[in-house]
Each structure stands twice: as C-alpha cells, then as structure tokens.
C-alpha cells in the first residue's frame, strides 16, 4: 500500500508554485484546465474590471496556488487553481481600513450540539464555494493582471477589485458582513457577543 501511494503521488509530480513551473510540468494540460476553471469563475463572479491604473495608485500584485485534491484512499481526484491577491503589499488606509472578522467558538459549537441533542434536533452542514467572492469592496483596489490570463487588448491596464478576492486584509471581514446581512434576511438574529452564531425562535427556522 505504501508504494502504491507513493507512485500515485510521483505519478502527478511536484506540486508547482508558479502559473510558470505549472505550464512547463508534466501535468500542464490539467494545470491549464484548473486555471481556465477557476479564472472563469472569477469572470461569472464579475470580480473585477479591466481599467487604466490611476495616478498616484500602486496595483497589489496576485499569483496562482495550486493543489492536487485527494480522495480518502490517496487517490487524485482533481487539480485544483485559485488566484490570491498578495494582500502584504496592501497599504493602510489606501487599500484597507478595518480587517476584523469574528470566527465560530468551540463554546457556540457545543452549545449548538448540546442544544441539537437536547431537543431532538436536525443538524446539518454546508459550504459555500469561493465564499470571499461573494463580498463586495468598499475601497477601491488595484491588482495586476494574472500570470496567464492578460488582456491582449489591453496589457497596461490593470484589474480593479469589485469583489473580495482571496488573500486581501479585509476579505474574511467583507464575507462575514454578508453572511450576516443573509441570515438578518433570512429571520435570524445575530449573537450579541459576535460569536459568528445566529438564532431564530421560528420552528422552521431551527
């Protein structure tokens, strides 16, 4: 068992770290098609617009990370591609103002658990895909164009943030906002200690 995860894991070969090293692997082609995947994503998500950079602005650079996606028996099950934003060159005050955003507790958990196991209640477990993407942006935030994927049209312009692309500052708080303003929505009340947890004394709501 131990070689034959070690040829699965030989047979992929190294994980790249640039969009470069991906496109010259032996795994270029499923490396392209994970980028392809996740820059029209990007695109459906109208995460941004292509526009000259303004005087006086900086453009916050982005790389591509990339993962191979493994089943529980060490298998591949796909090649994955995300574009962050290299939010360390984010300046304060320009390109962010505020990034704090409330995580769930272990206390909220078992409180819910314990609540959950109390009264008989169904529990259930989702995820949201490309959460972040769902925020939108107060500041306005300039990014370079990613590796691969340049406007051939417009090369010297740059990508103007609309939504709260993975690897800004104030992306974890931007998501936190809308979630919160769909469960307001939704009939939910939030925590009054910021514990991320939210409450409905709707029987269906439960």
Known sequence: MDFEAAYIVDSVGETPTT?????????SGKWKEACDSEFDSLQRNDTWEIVPLPKGRKAIGCRWVFRVKENQDGEVERFKARL????????????????????????????????????????HQMDVKTAFLNGSLNE???????????????P????????SL??????????????????????FKGSANRTTASTSSETTKT
């Open 19 to 27: 969009f470069k090293s991906a496109m010259e692997s032996s795994d």
């Open 156 to 163: 010297d312009y740059v990508c103007k943030l609309k939504r």
């Open 140 to 154: 306005d935030i300039y990014m370079d164009q990613p590796d691969g994927y340049l406007d051939a049209t417009q």
């Open 84 to 123: 962050v934003a290299k939010g360390f060159s984010q300046k304060f005050g320009v390109d962010y103002e505020e990034t704090f955003a409330p995580v769930a507790k272990f206390t909220s958990i078992r409180v819910v658990l314990s609540m959950a196991a109390k009264y008989g209640l169904m529990l």
């Open 166 to 187: 993975y690897g800004l500052k104030q992306s974890p708080r931007m998501w936190n906002q809308t979630i919160d303003g769909f469960m307001i929505k939704m009939g």
